[in-house]
């Protein structure tokens, strides 16, 4: 999952904000509370940047656990169910009629109108706990970059077998510093080149990725991998990293909870539900295609041996140099995509200090710092502001170097936000709308759909805490080396 916008980076912050938007008189927008001018192909790319991110780097680890059978199946049937519950969320825009009815703009006004206030709680948890899971990930997989292009340098100066060791709490430190420095900035939200950049780094890594694993591929030639994928000693492991892998697909397919906000760039008429149908068949039509080309040709370069994170598990050592430049482009991405899942968290809970103690010096009053720079000025900030934040990224690094397992959080949360918000909330919105009774045959069919999905997100979750409690049994806390 990628930082989601060519959009201003304020919309993800802004809409995953419900306190402040419940306080907010929302406009529908042809009576001219903000412009909106996106097509078809517009909100395609939104998609395709919300889809591709740092989970394809699992992709060929995933499909050789599955194998050729199962793997692309697998691939096929996310996207399916994706696309599908997309559908039905796109309808959901607007409230009553999805064509005529008052503009949603976030996904939780959505749940606000659909489900009413006792859902909003369970859907502001799932995605608050997604974004802090989020951050817990780039965390790691920064650092294992980051690692990455040491050895990298290592490798090549010194042999292949050469011994290239290196912490990964230095490189876990050192991103958290970076990010507490820029959590600072104010009004980082709105600097839209800081998401420009995130995208474009994102598709750069995961083109070198796919350009190394077929050069591999075509070096060897062979077709390798299994039908029933990787084989361990205990059957136990095998099934753990097969629902391992469920999570780590998972959390590549997830967007829907910024389908609202993407819908909300397009104009109208035509109506926007069926504008946006239209780019979600292109957008997860375009992502699929690329992830069975990753996934596929990582393993038949790999076959069972293919590493978790195809960047940093060294498949590849030579050119060192393409190695590094595709992990200086994961940890751009990540310095920028970290900040903009970190601002909603932050405005959700200052704004709620600030609604219960609006009187309190602590969080309101602003304290100035003049900067030997001219064009920057003076620094503003609140004492609540620079030590809850600090807290904050502090304690979200301190989980980070003690879960420092790339696949197994990964895949926890992509196991966390797909039942809830890829399907849970888009299959009630959806049988809301249509008034579908219960006991109808229809309801069977979409309460079942809603089961085998929490099925797998549970059995999912399963694996990936199985895979924690293993790795955590032979890492001792705070001296993991790569």
């Excluded at 590549?252 to 109208?268: G, M, N």
């Excluded at 790339?406 to 966390?416: E, R």
Aim: proline share 4%; glycine share 8%; net charge positive.
């Amino acid at each position: 999952m990628a930082s989601f916008e060519f959009l201003s980076v304020r919309s993800l912050p802004f809409c995953f904000h419900p306190l402040l938007r419940s306080r907010e008189k929302l406009m529908d927008v042809e009576h001219g509370d903000h412009e909106r001018q996106g097509t078809v192909w517009t909100a395609t790319a939104h998609i395709v940047a919300a889809l591709i991110g740092s989970g394809v780097l699992a992709l060929a680890w995933s499909v050789a656990q599955l194998g050729w059978v199962v793997g692309p199946l697998v691939l096929l049937g996310f996207s399916c169910i994706t696309y599908y519950t997309s559908l039905l969320l796109a309808n959901c825009y607007r409230f009553p009629d999805p064509i005529t009815g008052t503009i949603n703009r976030a996904y939780i006004d959505a749940v606000r109108s659909y489900l009413g206030p006792k859902h909003v709680f369970f859907c502001g948890c799932a995605q608050y706990v997604n974004l802090w899971g989020t951050l817990v990930g780039y965390t790691i997989t920064a650092s294992t970059s980051m690692i990455a292009v040491k050895r990298a340098n290592c490798f090549h100066r010194n042999g292949h077998s050469a011994r290239c060791d290196a912490s990964g709490n230095t490189f876990m430190v050192v991103f958290g510093l970076f990010q507490l420095v820029l959590s600072q900035f104010p009004s980082l939200e709105n600097i839209t080149w800081l998401s420009v950049v995130a995208v474009a780094t994102s598709f750069c890594y995961s083109i070198i990725g796919l350009g190394l694993c077929g050069g591999k591929w075509a070096s060897h030639g062979d077709l390798r991998g299994t039908l029933g994928g990787t084989t361990t000693a205990a059957p136990s492991e095998k099934a753990f990293n097969v629902l391992l892998a469920l999570g780590n697909v998972a959390f590549a397919y997830t967007f829907a909870d910024v389908l609202i906000e993407i819908q909300d760039t397009l104009k109208s008429p035509p109506p926007e539900n069926k504008s946006m149908k239209r780019a979600t068949f292109s957008g997860i039509g375009l992502t699929t295609v690329f992830y069975l080309l990753l996934g596929c040709i990582g393993y038949a370069a790999f076959g069972n041996d293919a590493p978790g994170n195809i960047l940093t598990g060294f498949g590849f050592y030579e050119p060192f140099w393409l190695v590094d430049i595709a992990n200086i482009c994961v940890v751009v991405h990540l310095i920028g995509a970290y900040q903009v899942y970190a601002q909603p968290i932050f405005a959700r809970f200052e704004d709620y200090l600030a609604f219960h103690w609006p009187d309190n010096k602590f969080i309101h009053r602003t304290y100035s710092v003049r900067l030997p720079v001219k064009e920057v000025g003076s620094w503003s900030f609140t004492l609540s502001k620079l030590v809850l934040r600090t807290i904050f990224i502090m304690f979200t690094t301190l989980v980070a170097m003690l879960l420092p397992f790339f696949n197994a959080v990964l895949g926890l949360i992509g196991a966390l936000g797909f039942w809830p918000l890829a399907v849970y909330f888009p299959l009630g919105m959806h049988m809301a709308q249509e008034r579908i009774k219960r006991g109808a045959p229809k309801w069977f069919l979409l309460q079942g759909l809603s089961f085998f999905c929490l099925l797998i997100s549970i059995a999912a979750s399963i694996g990936s805490v199985a895979d924690i409690v293993h790795n955590l049994k032979e890492a001792a806390p705070f001296q993991t080396s790569y």
